[in-house]
């Protein structure tokens, strides 16, 4: 069986990286004692496959991971719920499993599938030059928002605009629903932005690099991003964006 | 005492690994401060990548955080870009469990496994907000401990410590807690501070240096002798009389990052008297201490179950000879419900076509490469450093590897040995070629890798008398062993360039003089001095022109018997004149039989501290000739003689 599992990534452990969190899903697996299925080869791997890497320094309301089990584990649908819990006890603390359901052999992989992710980030006001909220009327009233990438080695000039999807202040329904340690904190203005993940995609770090002005040398963009969390993963169907996990359509929830 | 964290939260993105700084392992505890409790803080002084697997620290943050009367956190040093960041805001060494300041803490406590670190305790102690030099410390301060195998010649760190601890931690760490939650009690008053280091002289085993007084006929040590009355004039080093007492860690710190040894680790047990005489590990943890076999396999299967690791190392200076090996490694391997079939490591193998057999049953599918330690290239040189392998002994594991199917060997060699000559230098690449032959008669791919180290001699060891070889007289014979590779096919050189063994000499044999030496590369910026990256030979050798001190004198001059080496004072529980004779036997080309299975020759360390081997088997393990020439294949009878040739002029 295939289960397609869904857990946060909050507070400390978010300083962890993408390789970090692969190898405490190994160690989490075996600790609740669920067998893996396992690739055949010369190093047999776990099959397990992860969704887009987070940035280290990033938290997450929905990370997503789809594992394969081994036949031998004896898991069966309906003890779906329990494993979630079992799994959670395992993960390091900051880690918790938030949803859990079998995956169709026949779905489409969550690296191909999942084609724009919904970010809240909290966003230092720039010493001088405009202040964020316009900064974002500025990046919505553009066609075109040039951001200096590089490439191969190279630095390419990318107009980044169409990829995001969409940006705004957030409310404080949002603010309100978010973690506990994100309720009350002050420091920089609220965002949200979802962004593109299809090709190269849009990092929230090169978001902020065109919301402040630009200075010699350039900014590191930590120095003005203050916290970044994702709280939604959105894949495609019927042209329509769709929550990864629930299946439910862009326009009834965006937020998480 | 608050957390620093809200602090040091915005500058973790910006630096690399930012992982290392945010503790969350598993195993890790929720630190329990308290008023009366006596609060450790375990430094580890290198990043936290390689302090983090250390297994004394460990131990001892798992006992010390048992006990009602005492706390444990851990530290590592930052990396230079987040101390940059901390300097830059006034952040101070914090704790990675609950990010407290260090001086929050009673006791600094640094695990010190070389002599390069030095630099970055200075460092660490500096960012902890504390005086540098122990005289300028007040009762607010906490107290400076060092421990570990290079606290063995604290004398290089005399100005910065307040106290050394020699040997093992387990037992001695509750009587100094003791000691400081009287002081504590007390009050901490001014003027209290040299009071507690004098009750803290009292416990065996624990060093004070500002409590002795070292006295100097010119470059030489005239004497050193306690400045007050009631402080020992010689400090012995604890030992733990049975290892089966401590099954510790029972909670393994399993980390959320990359770390260098990423995988459980089991010591199979402590010690080893196979006598090598350069090396001090083996002199200073005598005697060997197995631990029960039954205890080794809980120890594993409750590991693996908590860490969700399914690799597990079996540590010890030489695993191979752990009696219950077998039984270990065939209960192990092939059971599922030992957390599904976990690859077991075993490193530092003995040079045997035995432990090769072992080395092939835990190996599974994966055959990446098998690595020997011969250490010296002939057998001549082997027998002045008691590395007792022969040649068959080496050809023999090797035939065995390559027809087990590796393509691959590595072999370590120490170059700068006592009485080395170039034919012996030669003989490092005779011996890989001849490994390369053997293996040719296996697969076309065969090849060996030759890895070569400059030997710095240590304290505590028969070497300590032993003038270390010059950088550029280690740079040239490892110039003769790359041109000799270069003519030889299958055969690949690595090697370290050897000027970072001057600081590790100058640092492991130095005097309290050596501590100005030390202060200035700290403070001319030489932290990380193991990082190749960060090391600068003229840093130090700069240092020691402007201290007047002669690196000759410290590093490449050969001692005498009556010199008053800077450790006089301090035991490993090995007589002096035990490592004298044995110094002398070296020179003589006489190798001395592993006392595990043969009579005791009195080093001194067993009847000098009322212990005992405690060693499973009375009979030595099978394979290998031990030295000995005979054929001990399926487990020997007692050997006897050693080969021995008549003397031939020392050094």
Redesign the interface.
Known sequence: MKIRVSYSKLG??R???H??VA??W??????AGI?VAMSVG??PRPKMAFGLALP??AESLIELIDITLDPASGVTADQLDSIADRLST?L???MSVTGIRECAGTEVSLQEGVVATTWVMLVAEPDGGPDIASAIERVNNSAEVLLSRERKGEKHLDNIRPGILELRSADAELMSSLPADWIGESVGHAIVAVLTTSGRGIRPTELVEVLVPESDPPI?P??H??RVLRINQWIERDGERVDVLTGRAAHTSVSA | MTSLWSRLEPLLARVRKPARYIGCEDGAIVPQHGHGKVAWLLAYPDVYEVGLPNQGLQILYEILNERPDAVAERTYAPWVDLEGLMRERGIPLFSVDSHRAAEDFDILAFNLSSELVFTNLLNMVDLAGVPVRAELRSPTDPIVMIGGHAAFNPEPMADFIDVAVLGEGEEVIGEITEVVREWKASGRTEGSRLAVLKALAQIPGVYVPSLYGVEYDGEHIREIKPLYAGVPERVMKRTVSDLGDWDYPRNPLAPITEVVHDRLAVEVFRGCTRGCRFCQAGMITRPVRERPAEQVRSMIVDGLQRTGYNEVSLTSLSTADFSGIESVISSIVPDPTACGAPTVSLPSLRVDAFTVGLAAKVAGGRRSGLTFAPEAGTWRLRTVINKLITEEDLYGAVESAFASGWSRAKLYFLTGLPTETDIDTQGIIDLAAGCVAVGKRHTGRANVTVSIGGFVPKSHTPFQWFGQNSVPELRRKIGLVRDAATKTKGVNVKWHDPSASLAEGLASRGDRRIGAVIERVWRDGGVFQEWSEYFKLDRWLDAMAAEGLSPDFYITRHRDEKEILPWHHLSAGLHQDFLWQDWRASLNEFGLEDCRWTPCYDCGVCTGDGLEHIVASPIPPAGGSQGTGQDLSRGGITPVTLRSKSSVGAS
Do not use: Q, Y
């Open positions: 400390k452990i300083f962890t990286g390789r970090d190898h405490m190994e160690r989490t697996m075996r600790k067998a010369f190093t280290t320094g395992s390091p603390v900051g590191n930590w120095d991003l203050n």
